[in-house]
């Protein structure tokens, strides 16, 4: 891989990097399709957390690469929708739970990255906006769909129709990222994150984000026995005897993650 970074850390927690700062991290054709490739990998180790974040201080990711795109055929442009949007399946309907450490920019494919994460953790310096609009495109890696699942549709469009960037403040106060830390600190805190989050049963945080991704795409009455479903399978699991036989017995857990 010549653009993105993995790091498999003891605790169960993996830190994908995008690297290409001579362009802010833009995403091309290659380094979506290495983000892809890393992430597949990923799910089949089975990490018990992936954060994604953007090599250097200045850039999560300033976008895809309008250079690579101003020559792209209109199937051209389809297929790089494609990679992008199977990526993009690989953060948010993974069972594997995912944080965005954003650092800087995050433009337009930037933010869809971040978007398609379960949580965002934005250093004081992140920038987040969809400029397409102004380049005669659209959000074209599950923006349009993602941004009003997430903020809302109006408050979605605004930022897709104005291309508007705003500040993490902002960001935050709209739903778009969870918590605000330090210039230097997103990828610490998002590891702080991410041990709170292995400290727990594997199978349960698994099940419990396939659960809530349910409520996004069905009615109140399906999501709920769905639920119901999900909690029942998990009296199955070693890690439920486990977690439960610890509180009662007042020690510390041990998961084995199955
Ligand atoms: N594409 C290509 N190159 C870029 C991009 C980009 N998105 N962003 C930055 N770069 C390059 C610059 O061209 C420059 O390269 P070089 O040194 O070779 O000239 C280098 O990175 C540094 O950038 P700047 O000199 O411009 O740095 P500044 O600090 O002056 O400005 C900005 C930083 C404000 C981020 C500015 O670079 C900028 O506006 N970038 C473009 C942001 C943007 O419009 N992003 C949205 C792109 S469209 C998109 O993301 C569509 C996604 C949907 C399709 C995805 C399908 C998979």
Same mark, same amino acid.
């Given at each position: 891989m010549?653009?993105v970074?993995?790091?498999r850390?003891?605790d169960?927690?993996?830190? *994908?990097t995008?690297?290409r700062?001579?362009?802010?991290?833009? #995403?091309?054709?290659?380094?979506?399709? @290495?983000?892809? $490739?890393?992430?597949?990998? !990923?799910?089949?180790?089975?990490?018990r957390?992936?954060?994604? =974040?953007?090599?250097?201080?200045k850039?999560?990711?300033a976008? +895809?690469?309008?250079?690579?795109?101003s020559?792209?055929?209109?199937l051209?442009?389809?297929?790089?929708?494609?990679?992008g949007? +199977?990526?993009?399946?690989?953060?948010d309907?993974?069972p594997?739970? =995912?944080?965005?450490?954003?650092?800087?920019f995050a !433009?337009g494919?930037g933010?869809?990255?971040?978007? %398609?994460?379960?949580?965002?953790?934005?250093?004081?310096?992140a920038?987040?906006g969809?400029?397409?609009?102004g *380049?005669?495109? !659209?959000?074209?890696?599950?923006g349009t769909?993602? #941004?009003?699942? *997430?903020?809302?549709? +109006?408050?979605?469009?605004?930022?897709i129709?104005?291309?508007?960037?705003?500040? %993490?403040?902002?960001?935050?106060m709209?739903?778009?990222?969870?918590?605000?830390?330090p $210039?230097?600190?997103a990828l610490? %805190?998002a590891?702080?994150m991410?041990?709170?989050?292995?400290?727990?049963?594997?199978?349960?945080v698994?099940?419990a984000?396939?659960?809530?991704?349910?409520?996004?795409?069905?009615?109140?009455? /399906?999501?709920?026995?769905?639920? %119901?479903?999900?909690?029942a !399978? *998990?009296f199955?699991?070693?890690?439920? /005897?486990?977690?439960?036989?610890?509180?009662?017995?007042?020690?510390k857990? @041990?998961?084995?993650?199955?």
């Amino acid at each position: 891989m010549d653009y993105v970074k993995l790091e498999r850390g003891d605790d169960g927690v993996a830190v *994908l990097t995008i690297d290409r700062q001579e362009k802010l991290n833009a #995403l091309d054709p290659q380094v979506v399709e @290495e983000i892809g $490739q890393s992430l597949l990998e !990923l799910e089949s180790e089975g990490p018990r957390v992936i954060i994604v =974040t953007g090599a250097g201080e200045k850039s999560f990711v300033a976008g +895809a690469d309008i250079a690579a795109m101003s020559t792209m055929d209109p199937l051209e442009a389809k297929r790089f929708a494609e990679i992008g949007h +199977a990526a993009m399946a690989l953060l948010d309907k993974s069972p594997i739970p =995912t944080i965005a450490a954003v650092n800087g920019f995050a !433009l337009g494919g930037g933010c869809e990255i971040a978007i %398609a994460c379960d949580i965002r953790i934005a250093a004081e310096n992140a920038l987040f906006g969809f400029p397409e609009v102004g *380049l005669g495109i !659209l959000p074209g890696m599950g923006g349009t769909q993602r #941004l009003p699942r *997430l903020v809302g549709p +109006a408050i979605a469009k605004e930022l897709i129709f104005t291309g508007r960037r705003i500040k %993490a403040e902002e960001a935050r106060m709209i739903g778009l990222v969870n918590h605000i830390v330090p $210039q230097g600190e997103a990828l610490k %805190a998002a590891k702080e994150m991410a041990a709170e989050i292995a400290a727990n049963g594997p199978v349960a945080v698994r099940h419990a984000k396939a659960a809530a991704n349910r409520a996004l795409d069905v009615d109140l009455i /399906s999501g709920l026995e769905y639920e %119901a479903d999900q909690f029942a !399978l *998990l009296f199955a699991t070693e890690d439920a /005897s486990e977690g439960m036989g610890a509180f009662v017995e007042r020690r510390k857990a @041990e998961f084995k993650g199955r």
